[in-house]
């Protein structure tokens, strides 16, 4: 009998099962291979910190949800990283200083942060991820969108959008506002929210010009397709909303020559890393599912915080979030469970031995029924247990007989040849 023993987990963290854990592995597996693809190289950042080095890459947000505790060899303080992306900014500035840029990095790793528990956040959190640094070029946006677009496509996503966004266009409206800090970040609550009435009424009390107010009147509306477009560029006034519009278009032809437009949409009022980010910023979200996928953007001022400018923008992919928002479709993807359990009749397991080094080097995943039991039993724990066929060496460890678990179906094989090669499954 098991000891009954208190096995709660933290809260917000999770263990993985075998299946859970094969679809992530596979999630993991796919996506690397859309990095490599695209000419990005894999880095693993540590798995500790130095709090004081980690926090010069963490906006305000991320340092009030990082795990920090003494370290008692050095008496400093150290962290657990909430984020992958402040670390690989790091490795770039302190460690490949020496080499050209651009630098193609990718990673796949788990974070932790603090989470408001009542509604219900992960503190485990697992991603996979490019940052491209050294490239100050709209071509460089575009390249992470549509990585963000294969990268859904290898594993599995059908129906899906990338909403882009650009925080230079609504920096160069909330720049010109002379409001106290508590409005302003009313007026930006508002605006993300799209809460088109409270903006307006809150606008009638604020001292901005009429200006001001239409152009802050038309940020939650200015969502949709590329027509959005040019009603920002009707809407807005100023420079630096203008260059924001023009950079936007020219990624947007850049993803049109890329052949993924129809992914697309546009959110202007997008303030997502508001203080974070420089430019593109993007989301990607799957049809039924509300929380995002992946995102991204422009972040040009991270690595100057490790002494080392220079512009740089990034793609992250919530892991979790894609492994529950495509459970069902992953079942048909991801090859659960292994080829053979080998069940041997005869004594001497010298054959069953033989037979299992000679099936694995033909690239089969073979396991031995070690424990004494009979063949139906056998048949029954390889069902049980997600083995595909139970492979029977008979007493004279000449003849073998192959049963699917599935169907109960049965082939005789003949030893020699299986040995040889001539088992296809």
């Known amino acids: 009998m098991v000891n009954s023993i208190e096995t709660r987990l933290p809260t917000g963290v999770k263990d993985f099962l075998p299946i859970k854990a094969n679809k992530l592995e596979y999630l993991q597996t796919r996506l690397k291979d859309v990095f490599y693809r695209w000419g990005f190289r894999l880095v693993a950042?540590?798995?500790?910190?130095?709090l004081a080095v980690l926090e010069l890459g963490l906006g305000e947000d991320l340092r009030e949800k990082t795990f920090r505790f003494d370290d008692r060899q050095s008496g400093r303080l150290v962290?657990?990283?909430?984020?992958?992306?402040?670390?690989?900014?790091?490795?770039?500035?302190?460690?490949?200083?020496?080499?050209?840029?651009?630098?193609?990095?990718?990673?796949?790793?788990?974070?932790?942060?603090?989470?408001e528990q009542r509604l219900g956040k992960d503190r485990g959190i697992h991603q996979a991820?490019?940052?491209?640094?050294?490239?100050?070029?709209?071509?460089?946006?575009?390249?992470?969108?549509?990585?963000?677009?294969?990268?859904?496509?290898?594993?599995?996503?059908?129906?899906?959008?990338?909403?882009?966004g650009q925080v230079e266009f609504l920096r160069g409206i909330l720049d010109g506002l002379?409001?106290?800090?508590?409005?302003?970040q009313a007026v930006r609550t508002a605006i993300a929210g799209k809460d088109l009435s409270s903006l307006q009424r809150m606008l009638e009390t604020l001292p901005v010009t009429d200006r001001q107010k239409?152009?802050?009147?038309?940020?939650?509306?200015?969502?949709?397709?590329?027509?959005?477009?040019?009603?920002?560029?009707?809407?807005?006034?100023?420079?630096?909303?203008?260059?924001?519009?023009?950079?936007?278009?020219?990624?947007?032809?850049t993803l049109e020559s890329y052949g993924v437009a129809e992914h697309?949409?546009?959110?202007?009022?997008?303030?997502?890393?508001?203080?974070?980010?420089?430019?593109?910023?993007?989301?990607?979200?799957?049809?039924?599912?509300?929380?995002?996928?992946?995102?991204?953007?422009?972040?040009?001022?991270?690595?100057?915080?490790?002494?080392?400018?220079?512009?740089?923008?990034?793609?992250?992919?919530?892991?979790?979030?894609?492994?529950?928002?495509?459970?069902?479709?992953?079942?048909?993807?991801?090859?659960?469970g292994s080829d053979i359990l080998l069940f041997s009749e005869?004594?001497?397991?010298?054959?069953?031995?033989?037979?299992?080094?000679a099936l694995r080097t033909q690239g089969y995943t073979v396991a031995r029924d070690i424990n004494t039991k009979d063949r139906q039993e056998s048949l029954a724990y390889a069902r049980r247990m997600h083995f595909r066929n139970l492979l029977i060496i008979h007493q004279d460890a000449t003849?073998?007989?192959?049963?699917?678990?599935?169907?109960?179906?049965?082939?005789?094989?003949?030893?020699?040849?299986?040995?040889?090669?001539?088992l296809r499954l």
């Open 45 to 50: 950042p540590a798995p500790l910190e130095d």
């Open 79 to 115: 962290a657990f990283p909430p984020d992958i992306t402040p670390q690989v900014a790091r490795i770039a500035a302190t460690r490949m200083q020496e080499l050209p840029l651009p630098f193609r990095l990718c990673y796949n790793g788990s974070v932790l942060r603090h989470a």
């Open 129 to 164: 991820g490019v940052e491209l640094i050294g490239l100050d070029n709209p071509e460089a946006d575009a390249e992470m969108i549509a990585m963000a677009i294969e990268g859904l496509q290898a594993v599995g996503a059908n129906d899906f959008t990338i909403d882009i």
């Open 178 to 184: 002379e409001l106290p800090g508590p409005q302003a």
């Open 214 to 253: 239409e152009e802050l009147l038309a940020l939650p509306r200015l969502f949709g397709g590329t027509e959005t477009l040019e009603r920002a560029a009707a809407a807005v006034s100023n420079d630096n909303s203008r260059r924001a519009l023009d950079n936007l278009n020219q990624v947007l032809a």
């Open 264 to 336: 697309i949409t546009i959110d202007l009022g997008e303030l997502r890393g508001f203080d974070y980010h420089t430019g593109i910023i993007f989301q990607g979200f799957l049809s039924g599912f509300g929380q995002a996928v992946c995102a991204g953007g422009r972040y040009d001022g991270l690595t100057a915080r490790y002494g080392f400018p220079a512009p740089a923008t990034g793609l992250t992919f919530s892991l979790l979030n894609l492994l529950f928002a495509l459970d069902k479709a992953l079942d048909e993807r991801v090859a659960f």
């Open 346 to 357: 005869a004594t001497d397991m010298t054959p069953a031995h033989r037979l299992a080094t």
């Open 399 to 422: 003849c073998l007989t192959l049963v699917n678990t599935a169907d109960e179906g049965e082939t005789s094989l003949d030893m020699s040849a299986t040995l040889a090669g001539d």
